[in-house]
């Protein structure tokens, strides 16, 4: 029998390699847009600043690939956050927490659900922190609250304006209190850049809920804006309203544009104008020498003059 041993050790690889070889498969070149469900070349997306191609509606991104298109020549430097116990609780169901973080940073090769980084909008700096909804639902537990006090005390340090672009499911449950005494963390870290006469933007991307909706957002001299019409932000989840009050919503409840009507959103600024209305608004704001370069029409121009009058008012009053 030794012959046929032989024979099969020979060809086993061989037929292993034949029915293992990896090949291009339609997912790993397709997606679905998340708001219109056309199938779009992942290729054509990414050309698009990761916005649809039919409908233009911003898709989920993550945080690198959000620096990659924010700053200048996708230039930008990370900036390490303070390292804390991630599971304070050593929380345990079906598998521990611990387990669950380790693969989160595995995966995304990032330390928690935020990543701080500085760099140039069309020459303005600024200090960004910006949240992976995909790593533990984007929740906000002790490091990710410890991280937005750095950035903020940061900014406040090097006189730099901070921009925040949350992606969150809220505070994080396995972090129980130490999770909720985030929320007036936050606040600390918002006033120092107040007290400085720095601004704050936040910029919300879908889905924006929970105790991030409760605290950032009511920052003092923080500037709320959306970059979609449809961007998510809640405090509770329609279910939840719904049963609570046992009535319809109203229709395009919790979109950006529905909160922009009531006053809560200060502003729509589509993915496709950050650069260029960022970066002029904080020249504005920070009353530097050389304003934005990329206004190119004049449409542009008198909304974004229109938006630094309200916010001007907004950071003087
Ligand atoms: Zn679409």
Redesign the pocket.
């Known amino acids: 029998m030794n012959w046929i041993t032989n024979i099969t050790k020979k060809l086993k690889p061989k037929l292993s390699n034949l029915f293992n070889k990896k090949t291009s498969t339609p997912s790993d070149l397709w997606t679905n847009?998340?708001?219109?469900?056309?199938i779009?070349y992942k290729e054509n997306i990414e050309k698009n600043l990761y916005c649809?191609?039919?409908?233009?509606?911003p898709q989920q991104i993550l945080p690198r690939q959000r620096f990659q298109i924010l700053f200048d020549d996708g230039i930008y430097t990370e900036l390490d956050t303070p390292k804390l116990n991630s599971d304070p609780l050593r929380w345990k169901d079906i598998t521990s927490f611990k387990d669950k973080v380790e693969a989160a940073r595995k995966k995304f090769n990032q330390r928690h659900a935020a990543i701080v980084a500085t760099g140039n909008i069309n020459s303005v700096p600024v200090v960004a922190y910006c949240m992976n909804q995909k790593f533990l639902g984007g929740s906000v537990g002790v490091e990710e609250g410890e991280a937005f006090v750095f950035a903020c005390k940061y900014a406040a340090e090097h006189n730099l304006p901070f921009l925040a672009f949350p992606q969150t499911g809220g505070q994080r449950m396995q972090h129980s209190a130490f999770a909720l005494m985030q929320m007036p963390k936050s606040i600390i870290g918002l006033q120092m850049l107040e007290e400085k006469g720095l601004p704050a933007i936040i910029m919300a991307t879908s889905p924006v809920a929970g105790g991030v909706t409760a605290s950032w957002f009511y920052g003092p001299s923080v500037f709320v804006f959306a970059e979609s019409e449809q961007t998510k932000i809640m405090f509770a989840g329609p279910g939840v309203i719904k049963r609570t009050i046992g009535e319809d919503l109203p229709e395009g409840f919790q979109t950006a544009n529905y909160l922009l009507k009531k006053g809560f959103v200060d502003r729509i600024i589509h993915r496709k104008h950050h650069r260029e209305e960022l970066s002029s608004l904080l020249s504005i704001l920070l009353k530097l020498d050389k304003p934005s370069q990329e206004i190119k029409d004049e449409s542009t121009l008198e909304t974004t003059m229109d938006t630094e009058r309200s916010l001007q008012t907004k950071i003087s009053g």
């Open positions: 847009c998340a708001s219109c469900s056309e779009i649809c191609t039919k409908c233009d509606e």
